[in-house]
């Protein structure tokens, strides 16, 4: 006797529904994608007891006629691909026709759908893939979908689901990560007859803060500096946040191709970009959109996967982290010069800076140039080479005539001139305190310098500008096997800042020079330091070097801890703290400094 049966639908279907409808969260997914997909302009979403008991997504989209609503709720029935060619240049968020047949394996459906040149509406009822019901009814165009007692025929997958609290968290990601991707589109989302989200159509910026703005601070998207690339292998576009708005739960997403990702690798690039600027454990905000010819990702993800593979993700690692870096840079984050590359060139003349009131663009050296865009870099000829200081003027100038937002909390004041940071004083432990306009401000003598110094050094390197000194006696530098390699890596950097190093034998330079800034400092000692912390971690981007050059001499370079120092020496630490763009924290993390804000020494007494 033959054993092989074909299973009916209505347990094929239950099969495919656990898979795909895994939790309310999932077909709330598959019905919002769905009312995309039919170009709805307004969605309305209204869930009972965390979808358990009600799902119910309403458009304006296309609707359907009487026989489409009918096959819609058919195994493999869509109509967004008729063919395996079609899989490759998907542009629309379903394809597998699964959804629906799904969801009415495992629940009670309605539907009511119209198309807007059709009289009358039908009506279909659905429940464990068996219809029910289907009728003319008068309805508005669009569709409306009611999933009602989700997992009714499936106790086992009942159980399963978490508390209510749980499923509406999961049920509010889900609907966040999809109106993040349609500002254009208008959206609301009731809980209980309770309206969580209401969401009109607007900007990319507006629908941010329209998502994020209750919860997090009202200056929520004054934080937020935008991106923008478009190379031959993708476009990058979106907003990322300036180091001050890190948190410990920042808001992070990725999207390709109007899909959530979530991208570990990518997410590496990204903090990359801020190395450096921000406090030990915390992390910048993110919405980056990418979008790249289909072919270039696997389409056939699974509907529930979040994890999106790209063909080419080392090519776009470094086009992620420049692009991002280079929109810190703007907002003179950090200096918008070179930082990837061995050929610098140099922002455009004082003068042309100015006439343009824009900061200098960013422009990447030619050894290593990601974009395949042409960039209006200046000719080699013409270029100008000022000192780095000059460099930063214009930007100093520009940024002190930008009306900056309000402070929020946890920001410095932008302190602008010395009359304002009024009589520092020195308190025990090495500390400075000064009066400012917002309060009461405690300042990390040490902390603060290393920080000065390090955007110092970090900039002479970037232009391969060290201010040198020779050394009377040159110091000689005998190196292990381990550290030798280290050493010849690091060599044109340490050029750069300002050492001279010959090789005397095979283990052994003498140093000849080193940067000026270590003044009376071993050479030998701050030399091994360096090697010492890149042996650590280390890292082939030119990047990750200076920065560790930079800190490393910073470290040996600033004052110690509890120095005795002048009020002139304090007022002109401060001064020129203050000019940093970031000036909160240490490169390495640790707190600068602790404004007292009226309100908070108010709270005290
Ligand atoms: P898929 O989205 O993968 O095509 P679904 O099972 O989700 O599969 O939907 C099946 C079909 O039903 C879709 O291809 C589409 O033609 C139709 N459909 C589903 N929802 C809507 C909607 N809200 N408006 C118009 N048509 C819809
Ligand atoms: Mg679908």
Not at 120 to 138: K, W
Not at 388 to 407: K, N, T
Request: net charge negative.
């Amino acid at each position: 006797m033959d054993i092989i049966r074909l299973l009916p639908d209505s347990v094929a279907n239950q099969i495919a529904a656990g898979e795909v409808i895994q939790r309310p969260a999932s077909c709330l997914k598959e019905l919002v994608e769905n009312s995309l997909d039919a170009g709805a302009r307004s969605i309305r979403v209204l869930v009972r007891d965390a979808g358990k008991t009600l799902i119910q997504v309403t458009d304006d989209g296309s609707g359907m006629s009487v026989s489409d609503a009918r096959m819609a709720f058919e195994r493999h029935a869509t109509s967004k691909i008729s063919n395996a060619q079609d899989l490759f240049h998907l542009r629309t968020m379903g394809f597998r026709g699964e959804a629906l047949p799904s969801i009415c394996a495992v629940a009670q459906v309605k539907m009511t759908t119209r198309r807007a040149n059709d009289e009358m509406g039908t009506q279909l009822e659905i429940a464990g893939s068996q219809v029910l019901n289907q009728e003319p009814c008068q309805c508005a165009a669009g569709t409306t979908i009611q999933v009602q007692n989700l997992f009714f025929n499936v106790p086992a997958r009942r159980r399963f689901l978490k508390s209510d609290q749980t499923e509406l968290r999961n049920l509010i990601t889900t609907f966040q990560h999809i109106v993040l991707v349609y500002p254009e589109v208008a959206f609301t989302f009731a809980s209980d007859d309770e309206i969580l989200y209401d969401l009109p159509v607007g900007t990319h910026k507006q629908r941010i803060e329209g998502v994020f703005g209750k919860s997090k601070s009202k200056l929520y998207t004054a934080q937020l500096l935008e991106i923008e690339q478009q190379t031959e292998l993708v476009t990058i576009h979106g907003f990322v946040g300036k180091p001050e708005s890190a948190s410990k739960q920042a808001a992070q997403f990725f999207f390709v191709n109007g899909r959530y990702m979530r991208h570990p690798y990518f997410h590496k690039a990204v903090l990359q970009a801020y190395a450096g600027m921000l406090p030990s454990e915390q992390l910048p905000p993110y919405f980056i959109y990418f979008d790249i010819a289909p072919e270039q990702i696997d389409v056939n993800v699974h509907p529930t996967k979040t994890e999106i593979k790209f063909a080419d993700e080392q090519s776009i690692f470094p086009i992620l982290m420049a692009t991002v870096r280079a929109a810190l840079g703007k907002f003179n984050v950090v200096p918008s010069i070179d930082f990837l590359g061995g050929d610098v060139e140099m922002p455009v003349s004082d003068e042309n800076m100015r006439a343009g009131a824009k900061a200098p663009e960013l422009h990447l050296s030619s050894g290593y140039n990601p974009f395949s865009q042409p960039r209006n870099a200046v000719q080699p000829k013409e270029r100008v080479t000022p000192h780095w200081q000059d460099l930063y003027e214009p930007l100093r100038r520009e940024q002190q005539s930008i009306v900056m937002p309000e402070p929020v909390q946890d920001e410095l004041p932008q302190i602008q001139t010395k009359e304002s940071v009024l009589h520092p004083q020195a308190l025990a432990g090495g500390y400075i305190s000064c009066v400012v306009p917002e309060g009461l401000l405690l300042v990390h003598a040490r902390r603060a310098h290393v920080t000065i110094l390090y955007h110092q050094l970090l900039a002479q390197l970037q232009i391969h500008r060290g201010v040198s000194q020779q050394l009377l006696f040159a110091e000689p530098l005998t190196l292990s096997a381990e550290e030798q390699p280290v050493l010849e890596a690091l060599l044109p950097e340490l050029r750069y800042i300002g050492f001279e190093l010959e090789k005397v034998s095979a283990d052994t330079y003498d140093i000849t020079a080193m940067p000026s800034v270590l003044g009376n400092q071993s050479a030998e000692t701050s030399l091994r330091a360096i090697l010492a912390r890149s042996a650590d971690s280390p890292s082939d981007l030119q990047a990750d070097m200076q920065q560790r050059i930079a800190l490393t001499l910073a470290q040996s370079a600033a004052i110690p801890t509890g120095k005795n120092m002048s009020e002139a020496e304090m007022s002109d630490l401060l001064e020129k703290l203050f000019a940093l763009p970031s000036s909160r924290i240490t490169p390495d993390g640790k707190t600068v400094a602790v404004l007292l804000s009226a309100e908070d020494i108010a709270r005290r007494f």
